[in-house]
């Protein structure tokens, strides 16, 4: 029984350049691998305004695990369902 709970998924669930959402923002995935049964994503933040001084490189690269993308897209949903019904 317990050696179901560490079955290999064997696609993930977001794809190279697709856009997600998570706690700490949105953006685009750059690349994603499969470790210790769960797929974990490398996903480059949104470029925020110009800064004064100019940028030299792009925006904050976050490692996310699947399960923290697919969190926040629900309870986003769950959010704004609320929302209409109130």
Known sequence: MLTNVYQKQSQPKYRKNQKVSFIGG????LNYHQDSGSWTYFVE???GPLP?????GPETTVL????????YVI???LQSESNNIA
């Open 52 to 56: 004064e001084m100019g940028r030299v």
């Open 26 to 29: 949105m953006g685009k995935v």
């Open 45 to 47: 933040m949104e470029m």
């Open 64 to 71: 996310l695990y699947e399960t923290e993308i697919e969190g």
């Open 75 to 77: 309870y986003k949903n």
